[in-house]
């Protein structure tokens, strides 16, 4: 399976060696790209428009911040920078690194976006050794010089929020720690799907994947949320990191994926991927009905509440004395739905008896498979990185699915299921 490319994030003063070390990765490692940002700052020198920077007006800026363009942008210096977000985007989704040189404020926000995103905090050994690569470079004027100087002790003060600190006193030492942590994230399992080499030991359920090329998969994921005023509700603990890697699964394998998600953390899947957002049993269930319609599969990966209060107050209860609140259960979405397609569920159990309740349910609801685990033993299930379980399928047979990240799970649950379409 192929991996996803790495965001590099190298951030730091001006003067520190952001763009050397950037430019040092892009060379080394064909797969990295160097982000070309948009600035509201005139071109210097030898600079040229679209290579080192997209040079624009500040209204054009603006414009762009408006349409939310931007992966980030901050005022740096007084000018504005800023990534394009959707660049960005489909740069890493089609398999390549991204480099990015950009101002902390910028890293911190890239973070919050991107998770995953590998932050680098690059320094010379003190505040003077970085006036002379500043004033050495020759590119600014004293003034600005000692303006990017004093701004450098507030940047300082944010590089606890990074992953990685590089010093950058001789630049052959920072260059071979710049490739180390690239190399390094390289072989994080997080950051990749199955590894080539691990592949071919699982040769079957690998070409179960091929069965999904092309196959229109709706994936509907994320807890509901029921309202008891306009501003309280009732949820439950589901984060949507399954939903989005049954997601990534299938989008690993070829299939034109949709998703129909409730509010979640892990709601954001790549670009291609339409994206429905729903907030209660009842909007799932409609956006279900539209959107099924036409898709081959449908991965019902939501955990969908049972109950919702009987009358939703309007505005906000008053705090005082305690009182009752009437549930009603919520409409079964799969019975109610009565999908065309093929369904994996998913149960979530409790117990003993899981595996039997999981198939008394599946049966229920007409699914062609139920992928089962445990709530009480932990590392599986709602709020949990790693998951493990059984898939269990109509005809009465089944496979273990075994522990890891939650995006194995879902490759592994995913051509278990191609190889039986
Ligand atoms: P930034 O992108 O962070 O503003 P640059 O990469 O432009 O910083 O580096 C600032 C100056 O310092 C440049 O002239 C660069 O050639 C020089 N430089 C970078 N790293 C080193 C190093 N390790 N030793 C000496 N000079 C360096
Ligand atoms: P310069 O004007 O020297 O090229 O860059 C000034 C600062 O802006 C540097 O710290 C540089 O890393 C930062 N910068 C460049 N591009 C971007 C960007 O797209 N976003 C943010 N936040 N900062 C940027």
Redo the contacts with the bound molecule.
Sequence with gaps: MSSRGLLVVI?GP?GAG?TTLARHLVETFPEAVFSV???T?PARGSERDGVD?RFISNDEFSGLVASNHFL???E??G?R???SGEWVRNTLAAGGSVV????V??ALQVKRAVPAAVLVFVLPPDPAELGRRLSGRGTDSNDTVSKRLSAAAGEVALLGAFDYFMANDSLASSSVGIESVYRAERMRLASQSWPSEAVSYHTGVFSGLSAWKGKRVLVCSGPTREGMDDVRFISNRSSGLMGLSMVNAFLDAGALVTMISGPCRHDTPPGSVPLIRVETAAEMLAALREAVAGADFLVMAAAVGDYRPKVVMPGKLRRGDGFLLELEPTPDLLVSLDAPCPVLSFSLEYGPDCRERALEKMLKKGSFAVFVNRGDIPGQGMESETNLGELIFADGSSAEVPGGSKRFVALAIAGLLGERL
């Design positions: 951030a001006s952001k940002s948009c600035t700052r920077y980030e942008w901050a740096v210096h000018n920078y800023g990534t990015l040189d950009i101002d404020k910028g």
